[in-house]
């Protein structure tokens, strides 16, 4: 579509926003990321929007911000792994030992600034991060108290490395398959079971054939909003400024309305589907995922980042 | 801008393809056109190279050369005539029953390959001379043959529906497919009726039943192409492998039946047919890809937002919107193949379903119904016009005998539309 | 010239079953090892995916070579000989175009981008999957120059493919 203010439309710079399919908090948030860039420069920068994978995929949305054919995307941050290997400490398993650690980190720029940083190379950088809440795993035949409930089971994993062998130490076997067959997938009983936010239960509608969803709560994966290079040099320094700063409030604005939907999520979960949630204690997980600290914490382009992140677990 | 970028891609388009330019030339230099409007010349180059490998770097669409492999191979089986006497065996005894064989003939042989095409040569190639013979009118013949050939494009396996899954952000195959099935049905059962009618009213002739011997004999040759149903519904259905794996199975097992039970394949006969396959998958392909950097030019200038706004402008009934597409569909389907429409259209259209709350799978059954109509209505329709040849009959003669079969075609198009779950309780129920 | 085209041809013909068999053979691995084994393999998706991009590039390559590509021959069938003849040069030339541009242009400078992106399974650089882009490009670009300079008479059994 066309910018949202065709009055100012003769003078103003128009950036543009692309993103793929989102929980609807997520898309509040970034209208508001570019509601509060308008509102900062009077007007003289604008930003237009491409909704629901129009443009692509996660990928090719990083692949667009790269060459400057968008200004701005917002991906996962697993999907930025093949971009910055950084990136991927996010995905290990039991890395945060708690939302408060997780939040943390995040707001420390010591850690962060670096890792936003780190694809500056590829002609982008990351601006801040959206809280895309906990991953769990969900089942078909029932909840998950122990690792020993995993044993067996056919468990869909995204395409990573760290996700396949998380769920092989907890005994389970991995099966990576693309996101869109997953439903009919546990519904056939080729998998037993997947893992995601409370977000695929509802609105993705898989806890029509999943009731169980267990609160292993084993990664947090931040949501990262990411920029061209050229923006900062298309725009004067106070609007550059105003990107920065309309950047941060919108990750404010984020983290308190991400926690409403995750409530009302579960409560239409319950009403639609019936679906059990289950607390559980998550030490015997932590336990069985050392193997996979064990790596990161031993490899050379990893430890640094490993001892700064779980020096604020201590802290606690 | 939406409205300036939708002209110049739509103008462009149509001129090229008119004056007789290669569909995905068309497609890639409106895209390109449209592109140039917003962004620099540097972008729209590297966005289209990148839209074309991104548009096949999808595990899904391996179905697509697979069936088509496997299609292939069922062909050069020389399997057409034992599912003729197969569908005999069945539908011979009921009034009219060299044609409804022909129906049949069709169906089966969709459920191995994806050609209308081969199916109206190998099927209607057999049946209409018999049918002749035994004193059906041959028009009545050619057109039953031309009206039910189409079922093979929904009938699974189904490049169709693994094009509309891709273009559709990953509507369900196994889905789909369950659906195709139940679309070719009624398709089926359609043309069966018309055809029962026309023979009562004409006294055409049934046909005498076989003895216990002969009847199964058929059995045991054509039991193991049918097979390939059991094995693709069963795969799905029993979660031991996913509509795409089943595309590799059907090649193993085809190969396996082609050159062990029938022994109609060696092995020198390999290498044709892969060629052959290649040849298919990079006419497929070439359309996939371009039409990505369609799909990409239209969202990027907003088009597809401004045809939802604008029939939703007109009127926001489900009934009615639901109408407006289908008859759009249907105008489209006269002058387009069916691949390039689905890979052009379905981006435009399912905002509209989404917001009017459609399903994509089931917006998915009924839009390519849809589109299949077109094969064989002219201008544009290789489906008529190949059907026409192999009848002996010119295709402008075949107009009028056809009309009965198209009605009943849209009534069923009509019906799937507006009860959607005559075609979505198998997916429902299975996912 | 023929001999240029004939070794074009059998080589992407090689190059593109060679591929096409062994995507088969990793499909039907991975449903073994899931299946039977019961222990999924982790990089087949992948692999399978990277041969169907080379694949898919060089056979419409193929494709441009052995002119079955697919179009609307409404108004070009009611053409005389002559202005049939102008027709396929236009297509031809066209060819040539999105050969060079498209393909071997932007390819390559996807191709460049890209090559600091890394696949998640086989760690491989994204750059090599990208690279079958400028070199079908390559191939396109060759046939249709061939394509030009030969006319059509020479390769008889054109027109259109089996599609669908
Ligand atoms: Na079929
Ligand atoms: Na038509």
């Not at chain 3, 090689?14 to 062994?22: D, G, Q």
């Amino acid at each position: 579509g066309c910018g949202n203010s065709e009055a100012s439309a003769e003078e103003a710079i128009v950036l543009r926003y692309a993103y793929a399919s989102n929980s609807q908090p997520v898309i509040d948030s970034m209208k508001e990321f570019g509601r509060l860039i308008e509102e900062k420069t009077d007007g003289e920068v604008v930003v237009e929007y491409f909704p629901d994978g129009q443009l692509g995929g996660e990928t090719e949305l990083i692949e667009l911000t790269q060459t400057g054919g968008i200004d701005f995307t917002k991906v996962s941050g697993s999907a930025l792994e093949s971009f910055s290997k950084d990136y991927s400490i996010f995905g290990v398993p039991y890395i945060f030992d708690s939302e408060e650690h997780f939040y943390a980190v995040m707001e420390d720029p010591e850690i962060m600034e670096g890792i936003y940083n780190s694809t500056a190379d590829l002609g982008f950088v990351g601006l801040t991060y959206y809280d895309s809440g906990q991953r769990s795993f969900y089942m078909t035949d029932g909840p998950i108290n122990t690792p020993e409930d995993l044993k067996g089971k056919k468990i869909r994993v995204m395409q990573s490395e760290t996700a396949i062998k998380m769920v092989e130490l907890l005994g389970g076997s991995p099966v990576p398959m693309g996101s869109g067959e997953v439903y009919t997938s546990l519904q056939s009983n080729l998998i037993d079971s997947a893992e995601n936010n409370e977000f695929v239960l509802y609105t993705a509608g898989h806890g029509g054939v999943a009731k169980y969803y267990s609160y292993d709560a084993h990664t947090r994966v931040p949501d990262v909003v990411i920029m061209n290079d050229s923006v900062k040099e298309r725009l004067n320094e106070d609007q550059y400024k105003a990107v920065l700063e309309a950047a941060k409030e919108s990750t404010e604005y984020e983290k308190s309305v991400f926690k409403e939907a995750v409530e009302k999520e579960k409560e239409i979960a319950v009403a639609e589907y019936g679906i059990v949630f289950n607390e559980v204690d998550i030490a015997p997980f932590q336990a069985a995922v050392q193997p996979l600290h064990e790596i990161f914490k031993n490899n050379e382009t990893y430890s640094e980042l490993y001892q700064m992140i779980r020096a604020h677990a201590e802290e606690e | 801008m939406a409205l300036q970028a939708g002209l110049i891609l739509f103008v462009v388009f149509v001129i090229l393809l008119i004056v007789g330019m290669p569909i995905a030339i068309s497609i890639a230099v409106s895209s390109i056109a449209t592109l140039l409007m917003v962004v620099p010349f540097d972008i729209a180059v590297f966005t289209s190279a990148q839209k074309m490998v991104s548009s096949l770097n999808s595990f899904s669409l391996v179905a697509i050369p697979f069936f088509v492999l496997s299609g292939i191979i069922m062909n050069n089986g020389g399997i057409a005539e034992k599912l003729v006497n197969f569908a005999m065996l069945f539908v011979g005894r009921i009034p009219g029953g060299l044609a409804h064989t022909n129906v049949l003939g069709n169906a089966l042989f969709g459920s191995m390959s994806s050609s209308a095409i081969a199916a109206s040569t190998a099927i209607g190639g057999v049946l209409i001379p018999q049918q002749i013979k035994a004193g059906y009118d041959r028009k009545f013949a050619t057109a039953v043959n031309i009206a039910s050939a189409p079922t093979g494009m929904v009938i699974p396996p189904s490049t169709a529906f693994i094009m509309f899954s891709l273009v559709a952000g990953g509507a369900s195959i196994s889905s789909l497919f369950l659906g195709g099935y139940l679309v070719g049905a009624l398709w089926s059962l359609a043309i069966m009726l018309v055809a029962y009618i026309h023979a009562k009213k004409n006294n055409y002739k049934t046909i005498n039943g076989v003895n216990r011997k002969e009847a199964f004999k058929v059995l045991k040759e054509a039991i193991p192409s049918v097979m390939l149903i059991a094995i693709i519904i069963g795969g799905i259905l029993t979660g031991i492998f996913t509509a795409i794996e089943a595309s590799a199975i059907a090649v193993a097992y085809s190969l396996l039946i082609a050159m062990f039970f029938y022994k109609t394949v060696t092995v020198k006969d390999l290498f044709p047919m892969l060629k052959e396959a290649v040849l298919t998958t990079g006419a497929i392909t070439f359309l996939l890809a371009t039409s990505s950097m369609m799909s990409f030019a239209m969202a990027f200038t907003g088009i597809p937002q401004a045809i939802s706004a604008a029939i939703l402008g007109l009127t926001t009934n489900k009934f009615l919107v639901l109408l407006l597409v289908n008859v759009a569909l249907l105008i489209v389907g006269m002058f387009m193949d069916v691949g390039p429409a689905i890979l052009i259209f379905t981006p435009i259209f399912l905002p509209v379903m989404t917001s009017i709350g459609v399903d994509a799978v089931h917006f998915g059954l009924f839009s390519i119904m849809n589109l299949c109509v077109g094969s064989i209505t002219p201008p544009v329709g290789t489906g008529l016009y190949v059907g026409a040849s192999v009848g002996g009959v010119k295709a402008e003669q075949m107009l009028k005998p056809l009309v009965p079969f198209y009605l009943a075609i849209l009534a069923v198009l009509f019906l799937i539309t507006y009860f959607p779950g005559l075609v979505m309780w198998l997916p429902n129920m299975a996912g | 010239m023929e001999k240029i085209r004939m070794t074009l041809d059998k080589l992407l013909e090689l190059v593109c079953s060679a591929i096409f068999v062994v995507m088969i053979a990793t499909v039907l691995y991975q449903i073994f090892t899931r299946t039977v084994l019961n222990n999924p393999n982790t990089l087949t998706e992948e692999f399978v995916r990277f041969g169907l991009v080379w694949l898919s590039m060089l056979a419409l390559a193929y494709v441009v070579g052995k002119r079955s590509h697919m179009s609307v021959t409404l108004l070009s069938d009611n053409l005389n000989e002559a202005n049939q003849r102008k027709l396929e040069i236009v297509v031809q030339v066209l060819f040539l175009i999105f050969a060079a541009v498209i393909m071997v242009y932007g390819g390559w400078k996807a191709m460049s981008v890209t090559m600091g992106q890394i696949s998640p399974s086989l760690s491989l650089p994204m750059g090599y999957v990208y690279l079958a882009v400028p070199v079908a490009g390559g191939f396109m670009f060759i046939y249709s120059l061939l394509n030009l300079l030969q006319g059509k008479e020479l390769n008889e059994n054109a027109e259109e493919s089996g599609g669908m």
